[in-house]
């Protein structure tokens, strides 16, 4: 099946830092790709929808500033947490749909983030 | 808004039972609604279901859904301790093929004791 592959998978920083977490498809090309945030214990929450091309699009509440997303290419759409605070620390995944598959969405394997 | 909810949000059996996982959706627009296994990491996925009453099988774990009642359920019967994850219930849309978001519900956190 499809692999969307997540980088990285752990990482800290400190308070003010940037960090930049890339989501790439593996064996095909992800016109859309879709960036999440989970806080422990909580369900998926849509932070933006990232199209190749073109501006992502910012689910409400979500600052555009503060996550600055970039769908360069068809397989890489990265997410950059910029000016980094401890309650951005959370775990963010990433997931893209085979153009050919429907319905099924396929999940990078996360990346957990702790601002210090 | 969209809205899914899940219940129970957790539960604890003992293995060898049978479960069931209940999703309840609100939606403005439906296409499909997903079921998924979260363990630690990424969600993988397990159904998609988009007409009523037509249930889908794979292995130990069943899935229907009930388009006039906006409800869905999971069952899983002789559970077995790798079931233990969180499964969460997603809503699709009908809007562009292949940009649809998600609607994800709350997710319940199924933990199998030995």
């Known amino acids: 099946g499809a692999v969307v592959s997540q980088h990285p998978s752990r990482v800290i920083c400190k308070s003010g830092t940037s960090v930049k977490i890339e989501c790439r498809s593996l064996?095909?090309?992800?016109?859309?790709m879709f960036w999440y945030r989970q806080f422990p214990k909580q369900s998926l929450m849509l932070m933006a929808t990232s199209n190749e091309g073109s501006k992502a699009t910012y689910e409400q509440g979500v600052e555009k500033d503060k996550f600055l997303i970039n769908h360069a290419s068809l397989t890489l759409s990265t997410l950059t947490v910029t000016s980094a605070h401890p309650e951005d620390s959370s775990f963010y995944i990433c997931?893209?749909?085979?153009?050919?598959?429907?319905?099924?969405?396929?999940f990078g394997e996360g990346s957990r983030l702790t601002v210090l | 808004e969209d809205k899914v909810v899940q219940s129970p949000l957790s539960l604890v059996v003992h293995e060898g039972d049978t479960v069931t996982l209940n999703c309840s959706y609100e939606v403005t627009n439906f296409r499909s609604l997903l079921w998924y296994k979260q363990e630690k990491k990424a969600p993988t996925f397990l159904f998609m279901l988009?007409?009523?009453?037509i249930e889908k099988k794979s292995g130990r774990l069943s899935s229907i859904l009930d388009k006039k009642e906006l409800f869905s359920i999971l069952n899983i019967t002789a559970t077995q301790t790798g079931d233990s994850a969180v499964y969460l219930c997603a809503v699709a849309p009908p809007s562009g093929f292949g940009n649809e978001k998600l609607t994800f519900g709350t997710g319940t956190r199924l933990t199998i004791i030995p």
């Open positions: 064996d095909f090309q992800a016109t859309t």
């Open positions: 997931s893209a749909r085979d153009g050919t598959l429907t319905g099924e969405l396929f």
């Open positions: 988009t007409s009523s009453g």
